[in-house]
């Protein structure tokens, strides 16, 4: 069994700054493109920032030069470092990542995997 575990949410003023973790645990073998998704109070689910095995990152408009998606592929980790919040970013914020994992002896992929979600509120 895999999964990811999110931490780092919480309560912040505007302005100020929060540092997401997702790890992912299991007997993973390799860990593919890894993203952040978030889901605002009352609307949808919506992608924020995705990070492949290499390093490439792709954001949406409204977090562009504000937030920063990085990884570190030997602990299967995505980081989430969000600067210059905005009450618009209050919101669950969830992990996504393609996993590829072993167990009893053969491999599997797993392209979503999901963490639980924790909770970013950015207000005064």
């Known amino acids: 069994q895999v999964q990811l575990v999110e931490s780092g949410g919480g309560l912040v003023q505007p302005g100020g700054s929060l540092r997401l973790s997702c790890a992912a645990s299991g007997r993973i073998l390799s860990s593919n493109t890894m993203g952040w998704y978030r889901q605002p109070p009352g609307k949808e689910r919506e992608l924020v920032a995705v990070?492949?095995?290499?390093?490439?990152?792709s954001y949406a408009d409204s977090v562009k030069g504000r937030f920063t998606i990085s990884r570190d592929n030997a602990k299967h980790t995505a980081y989430l470092q969000m600067n210059s919040l905005k009450p618009e970013d209050t919101a669950v914020y969830y992990c996504?990542?393609?996993?590829?994992?072993?167990?009893?002896?053969?491999?599997?992929?797993?392209?979503?995997?999901w963490g639980q979600g924790t909770l970013v509120t950015v207000s005064s």
């Open positions: 996504n990542a393609d996993l590829i994992y072993s167990r009893g002896g053969a491999y599997f992929r797993n392209p979503e995997v």
């Open positions: 990070i492949t095995s290499g390093g490439s990152t």
